[in-house]
């Protein structure tokens, strides 16, 4: 139980941390003071001769910040994601027209998303004979409603 919270609260404090480090180091002044600091550096080269120690004192800083900053980044990135996912659900699970096999898509395999996106493309080609965007709205009625438009359509010159 209390190993269960301590994880909480660490997962907490590293999602609170991710996310003000990418605010802050996303903004234009943390651009501004690491060119400021390679420009420092460089001006530095002919005090220390160019030396090896020179150059790997920039190496070195910049790699570790690297490091450190691809697993802050991915953090947001993560629940970024997430909420995103949720928010696109929300909308899919509100609207009549579309289709709710499409809520949590991002759980299917590759092939079953090419699969998918096949079908998609389908639906793009029918909307594309008939010059109309709006020419179907979801994989459950998309061949009903084209085949319905298209009788309409045959009637209507008839």
């Not at 941390?17 to 234009?28: A, C, E, L, M, N």
């Not at 493309?121 to 085949?147: G, P």
Request: no cysteine; aromatic share 10%; proline share 1%.
């Amino acid at each position: 139980m209390q190993t269960q919270k301590r994880k909480k609260k660490t997962v907490a404090f590293f999602d609170r941390f991710s996310h003000k480090v990418t605010q802050v180091t996303g903004r234009p002044a943390a651009f501004i003071t690491a060119f400021l600091i390679i420009i420092v550096w460089a001006i530095s080269g002919p005090f220390f001769g160019f030396s090896d120690t020179w150059q790997l004192v920039i190496n070195t800083g910049t790699t570790i910040i690297t490091f450190l900053m691809v697993f802050v980044i991915q953090q947001s990135q993560n629940k970024d994601t997430i909420a995103l996912q949720l928010k696109l659900n929300e909308l899919i699970a509100s609207s009549d027209k579309a289709s709710n096999r499409l809520i949590d898509i991002e759980d299917l395999t590759e092939e079953e998303l090419q699969t998918l996106k096949k079908f998609y493309v389908y639906l793009s080609d029918l909307a594309e004979k008939e010059q109309d965007v709006f020419a179907s709205h979801s994989i459950d009625e998309a061949n009903t409603l084209h085949n319905t438009k298209k009788k309409r359509n045959a009637s209507r010159h008839n």
